[in-house]
């Protein structure tokens, strides 16, 4: 019996094409963020929720939240955001 190298050749050739779905890995898409203003920032997952961040509903919108400090931003189910600081240029004094 002769061993060929056809179907190993032909695996790679879709995977490297992209055509193979079953190999290809789950990444979560980007949520978008549709109805959150600019000056809104999505918390990454390691940093700590405290009082002053929102919890995004559904069907509020933006909600603050009053609960507890301390936890991680995913362990929510619910996105949770934070004002960004803005830094306003200062004046320059004359001389």
């Keep these: 019996m002769k061993l060929t190298s056809e179907p190993i050749k032909k ?3 879709e995977v490297a ?4 779905d079953k190999l ?3 990444k979560p ?5 549709a109805g959150v203003p ?9 940093e700590v929720v405290n009082r ?4 995004e509903d559904e069907h ?5 939240w009053e609960g507890l400090g301390g936890f991680q931003a995913d362990s929510f189910v619910k996105p949770i955001y934070r004002e960004t600081k803005t830094v ?5 004094k004359p001389k």
């Design 11 to 13: 695996v790679c050739d």
């Design 29 to 33: 898409e980007a949520i978008p963020q």
């Design 88 to 92: 306003r240029p200062q004046p320059k």
């Design 60 to 64: 509020r919108g933006l909600e603050p």
């Design 52 to 55: 002053g961040d929102f919890v």
């Design 17 to 20: 094409s992209g055509m193979n």
């Design 24 to 26: 290809k890995l789950n």
């Design 38 to 46: 600019k000056r809104f920032r999505r918390l990454k997952w390691n």
